[in-house]
């Protein structure tokens, strides 16, 4: 599977960006998409997934009630709709994919995904 994020950008604080993750390669609906972040001088941390069941998703709590993830079957692609960016929202984002069948809390953690994206950065000015 290959995975192409886009849709980053520089944005004032209190802004919206809507990531994009285009997947190739694979059945994509079977996959649960995960999108984690990345800061300067910190750990890939865990920010939202959409499982393979449709309709399931699971968010970080600093992201909760600002943001929203979806997929698209047909088209191949998850998003992730981010709203009233913070500073600290800052950070290369990432999105990735797991096959089914692993517990479903070992999809917060990045080591269980196999497939990665190349990443998109996100800006948020204060």
């Known amino acids: 599977v290959q995975l192409q994020a886009s849709g980053g950008g520089l944005v004032a604080a209190g802004g919206s960006l809507r990531l994009s993750c285009a997947a190739s390669?694979?059945?994509?609906?079977?996959?649960?998409l995960g999108w984690f972040r990345q800061a300067p001088g910190k750990e890939r941390e865990f920010v939202a997934i959409?499982?393979?069941?449709?309709?399931?998703?699971t968010y970080a709590d600093f992201v909760k009630g600002r943001s929203t993830v979806s997929r698209d079957n047909a088209k191949n692609t998850v998003y992730l709709q981010m709203n009233s960016l913070k500073y600290e929202d800052t950070a290369v984002y990432y999105c990735?994919?797991?096959?089914?069948?692993?517990?479903?809390?070992?999809?917060?953690?990045?080591?269980?995904?196999?497939?990665w994206g190349q990443g998109t950065l996100v800006t948020v000015s204060s």
């Open positions: 990735a994919a797991a096959p089914p069948g692993r517990l479903w809390s070992a999809y917060f953690r990045p080591l269980v995904y196999d497939y």
């Open positions: 959409s499982r393979s069941n449709i309709g399931s998703t």
């Open positions: 390669g694979g059945t994509f609906s079977i996959y649960t």
